[in-house]
């Protein structure tokens, strides 16, 4: 009964480059959410998604970032021509519905933008 | 901005002494959960807390979910080394969907 995936677990980009992270939720889990933590902080809310929905993404960057959940597949972070300011550590979430029972973290992915 | 004060920020003890945190806010959770998060890893769930007034106990964990439904606690007795970490109280604000708001972590040391 693996747990919430997240891949890959460190993640090097210049600048400008675009950075694809990839989240697996928990099996069973059909409610996803990214986070983003900056060193001495705590985590951020970005999005909240359901299948192929964009449920909520108040705390999601105006330009640059986008997420999606496809039918299949994991759920995608994507950041286009990151800046050093992006380097982070991202944090996926999954729960088997909505609300705080069940809600489970990933690893993260660690961003270092050079 | 934050809207969960955590404090405190660190502590420093000596392995066996119990350690005792906690998060206030101006707003009014309906949630209360509190996580342990070790170096390079994702936060790991403790305690969660559903009601005002609960208190719930997980091995030398206890926590309180304040019946104001603006604070909470989470005491550790008779710490060990492998207590050592960052300890995140997160809530989920009434009438805010399901997006957890995070205070800003307790770094506890222990000493042997």
């Known amino acids: 009964n693996a747990g919430v995936m997240q891949n890959p677990r460190h993640l090097v980009r210049r600048r400008g480059q675009e950075a694809r992270l990839r989240c697996s939720p928990m099996k069973g889990h059909s409610h996803v959410y990214w986070y983003r933590q900056l060193p001495e902080e705590g985590l951020k809310f970005m999005v909240y998604l359901q299948k192929e929905n964009i449920i909520d993404e108040s705390g999601m960057p105006k330009e640059r970032f986008s997420a999606e959940f496809p039918k299949e597949g994991p759920s995608i972070l994507r950041i286009q021509q990151v800046v050093r300011g992006d380097s982070a550590a991202y944090f996926c979430?999954?729960?088997?519905?909505?609300?705080?029972?069940?809600?489970?973290f990933g690893s993260g992915t660690r961003l270092t933008v050079v | 901005g934050q809207q969960l004060n955590q404090s405190p920020q660190s502590m420093f003890i000596q392995e066996g002494e119990d350690v005792s945190m906690n998060c206030t806010s101006s707003s009014i959770f309906n949630t209360w959960l509190w996580y342990k998060q070790d170096p390079g890893e994702g936060p790991v769930l403790l305690i969660a807390l559903y009601k005002a007034g609960e208190l719930t106990s997980n091995g030398r964990l206890t926590a309180q979910f304040g019946i104001t439904r603006k604070d909470s606690f989470l005491n550790i007795s008779a710490s060990i080394p492998s207590d050592v970490g960052i300890y995140f109280c997160a809530g989920q604000l009434i009438n805010a969907g399901n997006m957890l708001t995070f205070g800003g972590g307790t770094r506890l040391m222990v000493k042997p």
């Open positions: 979430a999954s729960s088997p519905s909505g609300g705080a029972y069940g809600y489970t």
